[in-house]
């Protein structure tokens, strides 16, 4: 504790006080006694500060300042001689845990929004150019993220502090920088103190940073399998890192990795599914031998690929053998319809041997449906076209489905005689097989129930219907059975507007009007022929 009056010369100070200055004698100045803070302090107490540098209220709060390495505040008391007593608390603690304090929630609120950034994208490429950009914007002179590449290599993103992040793929040895690979195997990270920044390769260097003088290598920890490596470098001149920092690095890759391992994993899942999406997929339709095809499918849910309905196209080889055209509806929607839609379209492949008994093949079908863990059952239909002139032959066979709709070219609609049990729920199944004639300009029209019982129109709720159906599509007659299907599809469509719906499937299979050119194949559309 020390006393000063209003002179500003020291009148007492306690034995704490003058070993903490041991100038401190009573009669002299203060400001040749004690650090000048405190002096300050004084003088704008007892107002004798000039006008100047005077504040508009006298300061009754504690004053702050260093006294060598350590930090204290002076408190003031007025005593009714007029002169004021100071007493001096080491807050060299308090100082260091408020310090500390603020370190830590700016850390966390750079950790929280960083795995926000991180997080908010499935995309590896953005999620290491966001970790290359955030480590050298918080933690060093430029940072590198490294991870290895499918196709062999070192995917690297290396981005300088005020920069953006440059992108690079390099066939180099990581064993070249100095604990590298092992931060690339998931080994714990060596103390940057242990590296010696000299020996890193060049191509660990980004473009306009200069001579390194630190440097720190941490693992990006994955799901199992590290997801690559960290670097920071910060040049010579400048503090090396600290334990603290490389502490709290570490903190950050453990984020930057399990964002990166989640990106990695997304997308292995991503093209794993689209390769089996694609066997799921109907197929593309054509002419084929001497027969136009053509089809059109709609899931339940736009933002899936696949449902329950589903076609497929096997021809037959030569121009006078008869292909043979599946559509089927499974029963339920969305993934599970569509795994087991894979499962009856990889049947009916290794039955087309026997594609010509159509009631074989659904006998067969209907076996290896009952045997399996699945109660799904299905309908579909099958279909035989053969070239016959310039007619096309068909044996339509129903089992459950929808009987297929003829439209003749005049616009007549004619309903085939087909129908049987549907796939996959009773022991037996019984079918009845149609014939039927295609002329030039005829078609022949396979649908799933999705399209005839689709709900919406003016009210929302009414049926699309079998004969709103058959009058859409006697406005349709010659037309080429693309056409035909785009048509269909546009009206149903336009029926359920933003409504709910059932997968939607559609085949169209006609004669054309044209003759195909042998020398092609006859897959061109060849010579209009009246």
Same mark, same amino acid.
């Given at each position: 504790? #020390? ?8 009148? /007492? ?5 003058? +070993? ?17 803070? #405190?002096? /300050? ?5 007892? $107002? ?135 931060? +690339? ?9 242990? +590296?010696?920044? &000299? ?10 940073? &200069?001579? =390194?003088?630190?440097? =720190? ?13 960290? =670097? ?29 391992? &989640?990106?990695?994993? %997304? ?16 197929? *593309? ?7 136009? %095809? ?76 009952? *045997?399996?863990? @699945? ?37 007549? #609609? ?8 549907? =796939? $996959? ?9 149609? @014939? ?14 999705? #399209? ?58 006609? &004669? ?5 050119? /042998? ?12």
């Amino acid at each position: 504790m #020390i006393v000063a009056d209003a002179r500003l010369h020291l009148v /007492s100070s306690n034995d704490a006080a003058r +070993l903490l200055f041991p100038g401190a004698r009573p009669g002299t100045p203060l400001s040749g006694a004690v650090p000048a803070w #405190i002096a /300050s302090a004084h003088a704008r107490r007892v $107002g004798a500060e000039p006008p100047a540098m005077r504040p508009p209220e006298p300061q009754t709060g504690p004053a702050r300042g260093p006294i060598g390495p350590r930090s204290y505040e002076a408190h003031p008391t007025a005593r009714e001689d007029g002169t004021v007593e100071w007493w001096l608390v080491d807050e060299t603690h308090h100082r260091t845990t408020r310090e500390e304090l603020r370190t830590e929630r700016e850390r966390t609120a750079f950790l929280v929004r960083s795995s926000n950034l991180l997080l908010s994208s499935l995309n590896l490429d953005r999620c290491m150019e966001a970790t290359a950009q955030l480590a050298a914007e918080h933690f060093t002179d430029a940072a590198l993220v490294l991870a290895p590449d499918h196709g062999g290599g070192l995917r690297v993103v290396s981005c300088v502090r005020g920069g953006h992040p440059c992108t690079a793929l390099l066939a180099v040895d990581p064993g070249e920088a100095p604990g590298l690979a092992e931060a +690339l195997q998931g080994f714990p990270p060596v103390p940057s103190r242990w +590296l010696d920044p &000299a020996v890193a390769p060049d191509w660990l260097l980004p473009d306009g940073l &200069a001579r =390194v003088g630190s440097i =720190v290598v941490t693992p990006l920890p994955g799901h199992g399998v590290p997801a690559g490596a960290l =670097v920071l470098l910060r040049t010579a001149g400048g503090a090396p890192f600290s334990e603290d920092e490389e502490v709290f690095a570490r903190l950050f890759a453990a984020r930057a990795g399990a964002a990166m391992s &989640a990106a990695r994993l %997304y997308a292995d899942q991503a093209a794993v599914t689209d390769t089996l999406m694609r066997e799921l997929l109907p197929p *593309k339709l054509r002419q084929t031998s001497g027969v136009e %095809y053509a089809g059109g499918y709609r899931p339940s849910k736009d933002h899936e690929r696949v449902g329950g309905d589903f076609y497929d196209l096997h021809p037959m080889g030569g121009r006078d053998e008869a292909s043979l055209v599946v559509l089927g509806d499974v029963c339920g929607k969305g993934l599970e319809a569509a795994v087991m839609t894979g499962k009856i379209r990889n049947t009916l492949q290794a039955l087309l041997p026997m594609a010509d008994d159509h009631h074989r093949v659904l006998s067969l079908l209907n076996s290896s449906l009952l *045997k399996s863990d @699945s109660t799904r059952f299905a309908t579909m239909v099958l279909a035989s076209a053969a070239r016959e002139g310039n007619a096309v032959r068909l044996r339509l066979t129903s089992a459950g489905h929808p009987a297929p709709l003829v439209l003749r070219v005049d616009g007549s #609609i004619e309903e085939a005689p087909t129908r049987g049990t549907l =796939v $996959g729920a009773l022991p037996e199944i019984t079918t009845e097989t149609a @014939s039927v004639t295609l002329a030039p300009g005829d078609a022949c029209v396979l649908y799933t129930d999705g #399209i005839s019982e689709a709900r919406g129109g003016p009210l929302g709720g009414a049926m699309f219907g079998e004969e709103r159906l058959r009058r859409a599509l006697s406005e349709c007659a010659a037309m080429p059975a693309e056409a035909v299907v785009e048509r269909v599809q546009m009206l149903a469509a336009q029926w359920i507007g933003a409504g709910r719906h059932d997968d939607m499937a559609v085949v169209v299979i006609s &004669a054309p009007r044209t003759n195909h050119l /042998s020398a092609v194949d006859g897959h061109t559309r060849g010579r209009f022929t009246a």
